[in-house]
């Protein structure tokens, strides 16, 4: 039998029995969490499932082990609708979308646990502003130019980093299948990444009001 676990307005699951009692031992799980499993009509306390003392692992010589690391739940970034987005760029000639890559990619570094996504997506507006300058103050057009467009390279890997530590975190950690384009990902980078950030955030309230 599989459990499901939520946490205010976070679902996450499914999960084995001996997965639960692993994550109630990490603390990554509290008895105070609520938990439901298919042949459950309501939400109950995980401590109405395990008891107040989860049973441990329990190795070949008889001693109580963790066998695995419990994973960390992140909790989605704001869920802007992704036509709101669009218009926003359009009107700000994508400076709100440069903005709004760097959340995103500071979302990503939690899902993934690796700075990169931030990063990387943070060479667009370091490269355009060091283009500006090169051009402005130092007369370097040639120069400046290579930098603005090192810089929207540099971003485009970015946005696939994101799009990856999406994919990883949503077929292990919060399993639901997630697959996401790559030639959408490449043409429209930010507001496909937040369209499927709206669609897991509405995927988790309707199995949260089931």
Excluded: C
Excluded at 61 to 74: D, H, I, Q
Aim: glycine fraction near 10%; hydrophobic fraction near 50%; charged fraction near 15%.
């Amino acid at each position: 039998m599989e459990y499901f676990v939520k946490r205010g307005d976070q679902r996450f699951g499914p999960y084995s029995l001996a997965d639960l009692q692993q994550y109630v031992l990490s603390g990554n799980v509290t008895l105070e969490d609520l938990t439901q499993s298919e042949g459950m009509a309501d939400w109950v306390p995980v401590s109405n499932v395990l008891g107040n003392i989860p049973a441990m692992a329990i190795a070949g010589g008889g001693v109580a082990v963790a066998t695995e690391s419990a994973p960390v739940f992140v909790p989605l970034p704001p869920n802007l609708h992704w036509a709101i987005l669009l218009i926003l760029g359009i009107l700000t000639r994508q400076l709100f979308n440069m903005v709004w890559a760097l959340l995103q990619g500071n979302w990503a570094r939690k899902l993934s646990g690796d700075n990169k996504p931030l990063v990387l997506v943070a060479m667009y507006p370091a490269g355009m502003v060091a283009g500006f300058l090169t051009i402005a103050l130092f007369r370097f057009p040639g120069l400046g130019g290579l930098l603005i467009i090192a810089g929207a390279i540099i971003y485009l890997f970015g946005v696939f980093s994101i799009k990856a530590a999406m994919e990883e975190y949503y077929n292990s950690t919060e399993n639901i299948g997630l697959q996401m384009s790559g030639a959408m990902t490449f043409f429209f980078s930010t507001i496909y990444i937040q369209y499927h950030i709206n669609s897991i955030a509405r995927r988790k309230k309707a199995e949260i009001l089931k």
